[in-house]
């Protein structure tokens, strides 16, 4: 899939592609830090039918609630031929005992038996995150294991 860069003097850079639809969907990153989605409109796709401006922690979930679920989807089927292994997605909320800490302090493969084998954070993955990767809130953490391994990791996570 192509994506169309095209700067905007005095303002920024639009990064865009055209979906299935035929309508384009991107981003305009503003000089000043700013971010909008944009969609363009189906009959033009040069006009634009939906403009929403994002603060960075926005762009940054929006960009994990997209990219964790691909990521997901892959896992889950390069292990469909493993009975029992089972991959998901685990937010790290800012009241976790974790938020700010690293991942070798959670103990989470010795006490539960389940990888962490990356983290999405702000649109950006971190595959294979070692034992001193910090955790912030805002994380989703790909899990694989058992499915009771990821309810007490979920747990863990929670309550720690």
């Given at each position: 899939?192509?994506?169309?860069?095209?700067?905007?003097?005095?303002?920024?850079?639009?990064?865009?592609?055209?979906?299935?639809?035929?309508?384009?969907?991107?981003?305009?990153?503003?000089?000043?830090?700013?971010?909008?989605?944009?969609?363009?409109?189906?009959?033009?796709?040069?006009?634009?039918?939906?403009?929403?401006?994002?603060?960075?922690?926005?762009?940054?979930?929006?960009?994990?609630?997209?990219?964790?679920?691909?990521?997901?989807?892959?896992?889950?089927?390069?292990?469909?031929?493993?009975?029992?292994?089972?991959?998901?997605?685990?937010?790290?909320?800012?009241?976790?005992?974790?938020?700010?800490?690293?991942?070798?302090?959670t103990?989470?493969?010795?006490?539960?038996?389940?990888s962490?084998?990356?983290?999405?954070?702000?649109?950006?993955?971190?595959?294979?995150?070692?034992?001193?990767?910090?955790?912030?809130?805002?994380?989703?953490?790909?899990?694989?294991g058992?499915?009771?391994?990821?309810?007490?990791?979920?747990?863990?996570?929670?309550?720690?």
């Amino acid at each position: 899939m192509n994506i169309d860069v095209t700067a905007l003097p005095g303002i920024g850079v639009r990064k865009d592609f055209q979906a299935r639809s035929g309508r384009r969907i991107g981003v305009v990153d503003h000089r000043d830090g700013g971010i909008d989605l944009i969609v363009s409109k189906l009959s033009d796709p040069d006009a634009c039918a939906a403009q929403v401006p994002l603060s960075t922690d926005e762009a940054a979930v929006l960009a994990n609630l997209l990219g964790a679920p691909q990521l997901v989807a892959q896992l889950q089927e390069d292990h469909r031929d493993l009975p029992g292994i089972t991959t998901r997605q685990i937010p790290l909320e800012a009241e976790s005992p974790y938020a700010g800490r690293t991942l070798g302090e959670t103990g989470m493969r010795t006490r539960t038996k389940v990888s962490i084998v990356a983290v999405m954070r702000g649109g950006q993955l971190h595959p294979s995150p070692g034992p001193d990767f910090p955790f912030t809130p805002g994380d989703v953490l790909v899990v694989v294991g058992t499915p009771e391994g990821l309810d007490a990791a979920a747990k863990i996570l929670v309550h720690g």
